[in-house]
């Protein structure tokens, strides 16, 4: 951890990843209520404005992950857990953020439209 400087680099890469996790919170703010977590840890809340659990959303959202080839980890009710790996680079994060965001896309439009 110490050598590879995979703590240094899961700070660093971690406001990277926040940031663009609460640009999708702000297009997508009708079914992603927060988002929590530190470092390369996060989690992202799925509930309405009436803050009802969006579970049928955030089990469609995990299956397009995977079909893309992202694994992500949806625990049940309203959360979607993403936990890249610590030796990460910024292309590689950006690029599995962007199929996030596609997912939440694709699921809302074949959920609700």
Same mark, same amino acid.
Not at 10 to 21: A, D, Q, T, Y
Not at 49 to 73: T, W
Not at 86 to 94: D, K, P, Q, R, S
């Given at each position: 951890?110490? $050598?590879?400087?995979?703590?240094?680099?899961?700070?660093?890469?971690?406001?990277?990843?926040?940031? $663009?996790? !609460?640009? !999708?919170?702000?297009?997508?703010?009708? *079914? !992603?209520?927060?988002?929590?977590?530190?470092? @390369?840890?996060?989690?992202? &809340?799925?509930?309405?404005?009436?803050?009802?659990?969006?579970? /049928? @959303?955030?089990?469609?959202?995990?299956? /397009?992950?995977?079909?893309?080839?992202?694994?992500?980890?949806?625990?049940?009710?309203?959360?979607?857990?993403?936990?890249?790996?610590?030796?990460?680079?910024? $292309?590689?994060?950006?690029?599995?953020?962007?199929?996030?965001?596609?997912? &939440?896309?694709?699921? &809302?439009?074949?959920? *609700?439209?």
């Amino acid at each position: 951890l110490i $050598e590879d400087r995979l703590i240094e680099n899961s700070k660093n890469l971690g406001v990277k990843f926040h940031s $663009e996790l !609460i640009k !999708i919170q702000t297009t997508f703010s009708n *079914y !992603i209520s927060e988002i929590n977590g530190t470092g @390369l840890l996060a989690a992202v &809340i799925f509930r309405d404005k009436e803050f009802k659990p969006l579970s /049928k @959303l955030c089990d469609l959202i995990s299956e /397009k992950c995977f079909q893309k080839g992202l694994l992500v980890v949806h625990t049940g009710r309203e959360s979607i857990k993403l936990a890249p790996p610590l030796m990460i680079n910024e $292309e590689a994060l950006v690029e599995g953020v962007q199929v996030f965001k596609e997912a &939440i896309q694709e699921s &809302i439009k074949d959920l *609700y439209d």
